[in-house]
């Protein structure tokens, strides 16, 4: 009984009726509390297309140069993925060019285009 004295007897999980209802996925133009204002007050959420078959995670930022990695020098957001597409938050003046943006990805720079 020494091995039980050292072990804390915590329930591993609640019985199913106590169990918390998990909630349903975010609503399509839904940005996160603590993103609110970092890029603008005027930020837009964009579907933005990477040119070669791509993934991102929520969470990866979005440049004007493929050569920027700064995290203050990002222009977005990815917020999630949609099918072949990224969801971002991304400035205004940004989404305003017709320039394609960077997203930073694994170390790497993958150029996107914003759909129109």
Known sequence: MVAQERVALVPLALPASNQPIA????????VPAYLAGRF????????????????????????????????????????RQADNAAMALVERSAAATAAPLHIRDHGRAVRVKIES
């Open 23 to 30: 909630a349903g996925p975010p609503e399509p133009d839904h």
């Open 40 to 79: 603008g007050a005027d930020a837009q959420i964009l579907r933005l297309i990477p040119h070669e078959p791509r993934r991102f995670d929520p969470g990866t930022l979005i440049y004007r140069s493929a050569d920027a990695d700064q995290p203050l020098l990002a222009v977005g957001v990815v917020l």
